[in-house]
């Protein structure tokens, strides 16, 4: 059996469970809602404070899918009681970000601003207090639309190695390039 998938996912008692006869789960919670749907083979039940995924054959792909579902639902539960962030670092002179009306400008060196819409259900913020580089908090209650959307933002001024200026996360190490040396 799946050692992912055996185990059950423990929910709280703030943590609306509810499935229909189509195999889509909801779940609500402090955060919000977030729903999917689960593969046919797969089936999901509630017992006591816990949801326990089963798959019906022993098949390799629904082995496969039996722990896919068990952490996709754990994620959804963590994901509407606590939620999910990710910090940008935005590193560069003259690098700025600002939010207005909903929507992310980014200046990162370009000729141009970078507008940026979020997809509904991502919060944005950006702190520029906390450290002498700009850090913008993307948060929300769906763990890959989170990381999705920092992955895009990230692309806009990937950090190069030379200087280090660029969009990085906040914990992640650029490795530094010796640049040109001057020849005699």
Do not use: C, W
């Not at 006869?21 to 977030?34: F, H, P, R, Y």
């Not at 068990?70 to 939620?83: F, K, S």
């Not at 970000?97 to 979020?118: D, K, M, Q, R, T």
Request: glycine share 10%.
């Amino acid at each position: 059996m799946s050692r992912i998938g055996k185990l059950p996912v423990p929910i709280t008692d703030k943590v609306e469970f509810s499935i229909n006869a189509d195999n889509i789960v909801t779940l609500k919670g402090e955060k919000g809602s977030s729903t999917l749907r689960i593969h046919p083979e797969i089936s999901v039940e509630k017992k006591d404070n816990e949801i326990i995924v089963k798959r019906n054959t022993e098949k390799k792909e629904h082995r496969a899918l039996h722990g896919l579902f068990r952490a996709l639902l754990n994620n959804m539960v963590v994901g509407v009681t606590e939620g999910y962030t990710k910090k940008l670092e935005i590193i560069g002179v003259g690098y700025r970000a600002s939010i207005s009306g909903g929507v992310l400008e980014l200046n990162l060196g370009y000729s141009h601003p970078i507008f940026f819409v979020p997809p509904e259900g991502i919060t944005m913020e950006v702190d520029t207090k906390s450290k002498k580089n700009p850090l913008l908090i993307i948060s929300g209650v769906n763990k890959e639309m989170v990381g999705q959307v920092a992955a895009k933002i990230r692309s806009f001024r990937k950090p190069e190695p030379y200087k280090g200026k660029g969009i990085r996360y906040e914990d992640e190490y650029v490795r530094r390039k010796a640049g040109k040396s001057a020849a005699k």
